[in-house]
């Protein structure tokens, strides 16, 4: 019997790219290193495919924005005003949003349920996690949104 939705073989296109500057990764790092033991959040900046004649999803800013969560450790909530702060800031800077970032002082970097829920309307492209279970070597894992489905992806790290 043959399967009737056969693999199709994905091309790599250049809208599938996702790269940020060496200075918004250190940026992102520093903040969450610098709110252990807590979870570390925020937004990040830059370009989508198609505007401003990129290729790929280009992280270039990051917005660094207070974990207000009632039990910080464990999980995180945008202060809101902070929040709006940094979108104004965003569209001041003729910038999009290309996803958000946060921590897991203790554990790996894997979608949990609860942010794959908080993620539901979020409108974001990328959400990347980042694990400090070994605060000298940092691991680093970012999702992209495809097809209603989050999904490791790939980056690559760019000086500018």
């Known amino acids: 019997m043959s399967n009737p939705n056969p693999p199709t073989k994905q091309?790599?296109?250049l809208t599938d790219r996702i790269t940020i500057?060496?200075?918004a990764y250190d940026m992102m790092l520093l903040h969450?290193?610098?709110r252990l033991p807590f979870e570390a959040c925020g937004a990040l900046a830059g370009s989508l495919p198609g505007i401003?004649?990129?290729a790929g999803i280009q992280i270039t800013a990051v917005y660094a924005i207070p974990n207000e969560a009632p039990n910080p450790n464990r999980t995180f909530a945008f202060s809101p005003d902070a929040w709006v702060n940094a979108y104004y800031r965003m569209q001041k800077n003729r910038q999009s949003l290309v996803g958000f970032f946060h921590s897991h002082p203790t554990a790996p970097p894997v979608l949990s349920q609860a942010?794959?829920?908080g993620?539901?309307?979020s409108g974001a492209e990328t959400c990347w996690i980042l694990s400090?279970?070994?605060p000298d070597s940092p691991s680093?894992?970012?999702y992209r949104q495809l097809r209603g489905q989050w999904l490791p992806s790939m980056f690559a790290q760019v000086r500018v």
Request: some cysteine; proline content about 0%; glycine content about 0%.
């Open 11 to 13: 091309s790599f296109d």
């Open 21 to 23: 500057t060496t200075d």
């Open 32 to 34: 969450a290193k610098q």
């Open 52 to 54: 401003q004649q990129h």
């Open 115 to 117: 942010d794959l829920a």
């Open 119 to 121: 993620l539901r309307h």
């Open 132 to 134: 400090l279970a070994n």
């Open 140 to 142: 680093v894992c970012v």
